[in-house]
């Protein structure tokens, strides 16, 4: 069961924020098995282009992750990037 989140760069930036909050690390996926989420989850929900998974490492019981879509092509790119760099995102918000 997949478990949306919801859409755009501002509920990124914000899953950041809360996650960070909450003692925990969060994370951005993009693809799984070497597939983009796109075309995968987003392509069954039929859902906005750019998709990725979002979870907290550390504080998951608190910040329960899921599905983002709907993502810009910038905040994308950063995403596949600059992995690790989610800092900058909490700076986002």
Do not use: N
């Amino acid at each position: 069961m997949v478990h949306i989140l919801g859409e755009g760069d501002q509920l990124a930036f914000e899953f950041a924020k809360k996650c960070s909050a909450a003692g925990g690390i969060p994370q951005y996926v993009p693809d799984f098995g070497g597939k983009p989420l796109d075309e995968t989850i987003g392509k069954k929900h039929k859902l906005k282009p750019h998709v990725v998974l979002v979870r907290c490492w550390g504080a998951g019981k608190e910040v329960k992750g899921g599905i983002i879509y709907g993502i810009s092509d910038k905040v994308y790119e950063q995403i596949i990037s600059e992995k690790g760099e989610w800092k900058q995102f909490v700076k986002e918000v």
